[in-house]
């Protein structure tokens, strides 16, 4: 049970932005991408869930390839994301935000959920309170009626996280969620990040927060300008010369 990028490449007209970079995640693993502004980290998770057309190599999930596939079918199959600036309509309310990310889920049809038949009122029931618990997990139970413009972005993107674990998904891809957080509010997020894959989600990370990486990730891989540059555990990549060069050295993490 994986998800398997094979040789990936993406380009933007002239820009090689991903150059042949493959990784695998299993489920219940975390794995992050590290690397410079420009690496090509976010762009490696566009090319995952879709956002962006591979020019050449292949993506699978679980053994089927899913390069072909659009992001809402990617999504139905398991694959959750989250982006590094999270865009909600700023007059929805934290409840709302999250509750979207059961949408994909929906067994009923609008038109049962328009005029509450039993099964869309039982659905929507366990999805309210489905929401309540990853709220509370993520300690936005006291934001849940604020609107989402009432919100500093650190907590946004723990919205945004919220809403991607409503989805249910097998993997779970994660832009930066930790920027902007404040200490304790980074622990918590690690702690769920670990009970997710301790549940069997896989985890894709892209952080620059390097104690988190070191705390969380089994496998790293690292990324200078579109390229694989080196991969490994936390404690072998945080050793390596070329890494602390390029990345800790320039970046000046
Ligand atoms: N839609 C796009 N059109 C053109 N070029 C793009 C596009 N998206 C990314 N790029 C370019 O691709 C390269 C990789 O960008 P990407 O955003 O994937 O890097 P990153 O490692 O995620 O950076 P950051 O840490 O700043 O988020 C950069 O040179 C960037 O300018």
New binding site residues.
């Given amino acids: 049970m994986t998800v398997r990028a094979e040789n990936v490449t993406v380009r ?2 002239g ?1 090689t ?1 991903v150059d042949n970079v493959s990784l695998t995640m299993e489920r219940g693993q975390i794995v992050s991408i590290v ?1 410079p ?8 998770f566009n090319a995952i869930t879709g956002m962006v057309r591979t020019a050449a190599g292949s993506i699978q999930l679980d053994g089927a390839r899913i390069d072909s596939r659009p992001p809402h079918r990617r999504i139905a199959l398991g694959l959750a994301r989250t982006f ?1 600036t999270p865009r909600f309509d700023p007059q929805i309310t934290v409840e709302e935000a999250v509750m979207c990310g059961f949408y994909p889920r929906k067994a009923c049809s609008l038109f049962a959920s328009m005029v509450r038949t039993p099964a869309a009122s039982a659905e929507e029931k366990t999805f309210r309170e489905r929401c309540g618990s990853i709220l509370s997990d993520l300690r936005l139970a006291p934001f849940r009626d604020l609107q989402m413009s009432e919100l500093p972005m650190g907590r946004v993107r723990l919205v945004e996280v919220a809403r991607a674990v409503a989805n249910d998904p097998k993997y779970i891809l994660l832009d930066e969620p930790a920027a902007g957080l404040a200490r304790d509010e980074q622990k918590m997020l690690a702690y769920e990040v670990r009970r997710l894959a301790d549940q069997g989600v896989g985890v894709l990370l ?1 952080e620059h927060n390097f104690n988190l990486i070191r705390e969380l990730a089994e496998h790293v891989v690292v ?1 200078k300008e ?1 390229r694989m540059l080196l991969e490994g555990t936390p404690a072998e990549i945080a050793s390596d010369r070329a890494f602390i060069d390029t990345y800790l050295g320039r970046a000046g993490q």
Avoid: E, I
């Fill in positions: 933007f007209g820009v932005a690397g502004n420009g690496s090509g980290k976010s762009t490696m590094q892209v990324l579109g």
